[in-house]
């Protein structure tokens, strides 16, 4: 979901360009809702699985499209792409990439992923500078909806994102119990606790986080949808998350972020860069980065891009950023 919400602002700068111009995407059904109330977006092809991703290669060759833009750049894309011209890919870093995974040899230039995509745009020969905003459509009526069902209007809150996709971008739970109390025992502070994440996983973690303070905390995991998950971010007051999909949510919003990364690094373009944040890394580890998109444990078992960060540390960065 996170590389499909920062892949938007591509619609921007066609739309910029091409006012009168048609813009289909494809997607995959799993995160079509990270995309389908995008007003910028006249069709959106979606697959499920291999014969979805025919129909579509089927209606690709059957259009004439004036540019077709690839970023994703992996083996369906190909596919689905295979004998067109008219086709431009993102510069993906591959090579920069696996240097830096295995040799740790840094990236001569740091840049969003956002910009990556705009690469494409690039080859084609149109102009991407300026200054471009992650979108997306919150649908007016579930936002107000979301506001009076949790009295959004009325709290002050602090939006917590404990879970991810791989474990060695989780910070762990305890720690993220531990930052909550100091919140909510903080006088100086006064805000309360909103938890957010999706499936059974992330409502054992918002169950443990927000045992014993539930009136305080308000565990929301599970119980909402993506559009209900973009309100309660957009009323927020300050984002403390992994790295995960919905860090990229909360940035367009424009919300402060606090984010917590362990095995990845900035180098591969994930850091919010268009809202004010603060990324909380281990600095002093040389096997950083391990991987590119996270893993299922760390290779060298002592989990230190993450142990070693501390609750306290990343309380004074709440008090910092919320000044």
Known sequence: MGDIILATPVLDVLKR????????????????????????????????????LKKIKDDISATNYDFIFDLHKNSKTNYLTKDKKNVYRYNKRVFDRFMLVHFKKSYKEILPVTKMYFYALEKAGIETSGKWKLRFGLVKDIEIKTVNKYDLHNLNYIAIIPGASYT????????FKELVNKIISSKSINKKIIIIGKGSAEEALGKFISEKIESDCIDLTGKLNLQETAAVLK???????NDNGPMHLAECFNKKIIAVF??????????????????????GLKCRPCTHFGRKKCP????????????????????????
Not at 235 to 241: H, I, K, N, Q, R
Not at 305 to 319: H, R, T, W
Request: proline share 5%; charged share 30%.
């Open 262 to 283: 362990g095995s990845t690094t900035e180098e591969f373009g994930f850091f919010p860069y268009s809202t004010k944040y603060k990324a909380i890394e281990n600095l």
């Open 235 to 241: 009323y927020a007051d300050l984002v403390v998350t």
């Open 17 to 52: 360009d091409y006012p009168n111009s048609e813009i289909d995407w494809v997607v995959n059904k799993k995160f079509e809702d990270a995309v389908n109330t995008n007003p910028l977006i006249n069709k959106l092809m979606i697959f499920k699985d291999k014969f979805g």
């Open 168 to 175: 060695t971008k989780m910070w762990p739970k305890e720690y």
């Open 300 to 323: 060298k078992g002592h989990f230190k891009c993450m142990m070693d960060i501390l609750p306290e540390a990343v309380y004074q960065e709440v008090i910092e950023l919320l000044k």
